[in-house]
């Protein structure tokens, strides 16, 4: 027992020693998880930062980007309010309505930080700067068309405004000459100005640059209206004393011609004073034209007013720095999730590569170890170690059974030889006489050794698929009875009674000879085991599809324990029968292999002290038609 114990651990060490050596350290399962783990965590967390960053910088930029389009708006929303009104009363409800749309907080005070409105509740404290100032007569944040004139928000008319009437009549002129222009292949639209003036305007880069066909150029339409011409008295005599001190004469109306232009909106000096005055004098009459405008239109503009914004901007552009201490959070954040990645992955492909390792050494035993894995898992693994253990079981029975056939048949072949051997030697040494008996003896062991080769030889022809069938239409009766007409004497001499029961008449498509022979072996082994005085039947009968031959007996009948071996070669209920009262032990593993290669089944039911009934199913065939 210490010897095989020691012979076991050498075996072991011997595997464990090639399965160490022979796998690369960098092709070895546990390895290689963790490799795959430590790449995936890496590009995890690579991947996460740098979305992260992208993400909140351009989240950031968005943000500020439409934060600054929400004040922009803000300032022009406002300023219009105080282009088109005298003062901030009723500025409120604006204020509120682009607090509602802006989600910001808006605030307006006087340029003496006297509260003018404010979307915050009363009390709330200002911001501490402003963030803009709101003056339509100084500004440079409207964007309407033609907006950055002087400074000065288009939408300030003041004294420019036209009556109804003006309107009538310019409007008329505006679609007397759009047709005109529409005869000419030049399509317009008619615009109106803040004052009310009708303005032509199209897709043609013709029109926006002044340019007017000669036949449409009536210059009624430039022409300036009463309302006009008293703005622009009005205009040229605040001006009158800034241009005289630059050496413009102001009651020439060539410093005021540029007033009366397309769109009578640009107070600039015309070409004729710019031909005679140089760069420093015409910039001075722009201011002076300028300031006079602004003079002219701030009684019909609110007061100048500060904008305070909750959250406001300065507009410096979004940086993305990390801190060291911010930096070192990352990093320690990265190395915490590599630090589990690795931990987790080292436990997990530990406990796969544990019973691997076990199924390998246990498969590279030799045979006669039939070493078992133990299952620890219910995974997948250890699904592969129940079926290696079952395996391993299967292998064990079947050597045994090996080992079992090889000595069941020497035991079978050496008996008959021995006999045989042994008369031939007394006969040649004289002692016996060749007689009649003595052949009969030597005939009939013969006879034995010949049936158990010519069963061995059958069921090596079905192992090996090679059985081949002669299949023809037979009919169920004919069958049984001429396998009871050949066992009629057997058991006549047995005192066995031998019947036949056939139901309907069913038909087989099989081989004769061999499902006699199976029958046959059937009712031999009933008969043996039957007493004298019993009744051995053979039956037939349609079952569906298949005809169902049975070999019923009044025996002795077969233990509980004993019939699931029944099939097996070499197998006998009673170990202690010899084979001439017990068959060699090959009759039933025929019968069984013989109904398999026609496609059927062969069970066996049995009562200890009753009897047994083995069953052939066996697939129907069609009854060949007369004529």
């Known amino acids: 027992m210490n010897r095989t114990d020691d012979k076991r651990d050498r075996i072991r060490d011997r595997v464990r020693e090639r399965t160490g050596t022979r796998i690369p350290l960098r092709k070895r399962l546990l390895v290689r998880l963790l490799i795959a783990s430590?790449?995936?965590?890496?590009?995890?967390?690579?991947?996460?930062?740098?979305?992260?960053?992208?993400?909140?910088t351009r989240a950031l930029r968005e943000e500020q980007g439409q934060a600054l389009a929400d004040d922009m708006d803000i300032l022009a929303r406002l300023s219009g309010y105080a282009a088109t009104h005298p003062d901030w009363t009723g500025v409120s409800a604006t204020v509120r309505a682009l607090s509602a749309q802006t989600g910001r907080r808006i605030a307006l005070t006087g340029a003496d930080r006297v509260l003018l409105a404010d979307?915050?509740?009363?009390?709330?404290?200002?911001?501490?700067?402003?963030?803009?100032?709101?003056?339509?007569?100084?500004?440079?944040?409207?964007?309407?068309?033609g907006a950055q004139l002087s400074g000065t928000d288009p939408r300030v008319v003041g004294p420019y405004r036209l009556t109804a009437g003006e309107r009538a009549k310019l409007d008329a002129l505006a679609s007397r000459r759009q047709s005109c222009f529409l005869r000419h292949g030049i399509d317009t639209t008619v615009v109106r100005t803040a004052g009310g003036r009708p303005v032509l305007r199209g897709a043609d880069d013709r029109v926006e640059d002044g340019y007017v066909p000669e036949q449409c150029a009536d210059g009624l339409l430039?022409?300036?209206?009463?309302?006009?011409?008293?703005?622009?008295?009005?205009?040229q005599k605040l001006a009158r004393g800034c241009l005289a001190g630059v050496g413009v004469d102001p009651d020439t109306p060539v410093a005021l011609g540029g007033l009366v232009g397309a769109d009578l909106r640009s107070p600039t000096p015309s070409p004729g004073f710019l031909l005679k005055a140089d760069a420093a004098t015409t910039r001075t009459a722009q201011r002076c034209l300028d300031d006079a405008r602004r003079t002219q239109l701030d009684p019909y503009v609110a007061p100048v007013a500060e904008l305070f914004l909750g959250g406001g901007n300065n507009g410096a552009a979004p940086r993305w720095n990390l801190s060291p201490a911010n930096k070192a959070k990352v990093v320690g954040a990265a190395g915490l999730v590599l630090a589990v990645t690795v931990a987790v992955t080292a436990v997990v492909a530990t406990r796969l590569v544990r019973p691997l390792r076990a199924l390998t050494e246990a498969a590279q035993q030799p045979p006669e170890l039939h070493a078992r894995v133990p299952v620890t898992t219910r995974d997948e693994t250890g699904i592969l170690a129940e079926?290696?253990?079952?395996?391993?079981?299967r292998r064990e029975r079947h050597e045994a059974q090996r080992k079992a056939l090889v000595s069941d048949v020497a035991h079978e072949l050496r008996s008959p030889l021995t006999n045989i051997r042994g008369w031939l030697e007394v006969t040649r040494d004289g002692l016996v006489e060749p007689d009649p008996e003595l052949l009969a003896a030597l005939h009939e062991e013969a006879l034995v050794l010949q049936r158990v080769i010519d069963d061995l030889r059958d069921l090596a022809d079905a192992d090996a698929g090679t059985l081949r069938l002669h299949r023809e239409p037979v009919p169920a009766d004919d069958l049984l009875a001429q396998v009871a007409a050949a066992h009629r004497v057997a058991a006549d001499t047995a005192g066995v009674t031998l019947r036949t029961d056939v139901h309907g008449g069913p038909w087989l498509d099989a081989d004769p000879v061999r499902l006699r022979q199976a029958l046959g072996n059937l009712v031999t082994n009933a008969v043996r085991h039957t007493p004298s005085g019993g009744t051995v039947t053979l039956s037939a009968r349609a079952d569906g599809g298949e005809v169902a031959l049975e070999v019923a007996d009044t025996g002795t009948g077969i233990a509980a324990e004993d019939l699931p071996h029944v099939f097996e070669r070499f197998w006998r209920a009673e170990k202690s029968r010899s084979r001439r009262t017990g068959g060699s032990g090959l009759?039933?593993?025929?019968?069984?292999?013989?109904?398999?290669?026609h496609g059927g089944t062969a069970r066996a039911a049995s009562t200890p002290g009753s009897g047994s009934v083995f069953t052939l199913r066996l697939p129907a065939g069609p009854a060949p038609r007369d004529g």
């Open 38 to 56: 430590v790449l995936i965590a890496l590009c995890s967390v690579a991947a996460t930062a740098w979305l992260a960053v992208t993400t909140t």
């Open 119 to 145: 979307s915050a509740p009363r009390g709330t404290s200002l911001p501490p700067r402003a963030a803009a100032t709101v003056d339509p007569l100084r500004t440079d944040t409207s964007t309407e068309p």
């Open 222 to 235: 430039n022409t300036a209206v009463p309302t006009e011409e008293t703005a622009f008295a009005a205009l």
């Open 387 to 393: 079926a290696f253990n079952d395996l391993a079981e």
């Open 587 to 597: 009759g039933l593993p025929i019968v069984r292999h013989l109904t398999a290669a």
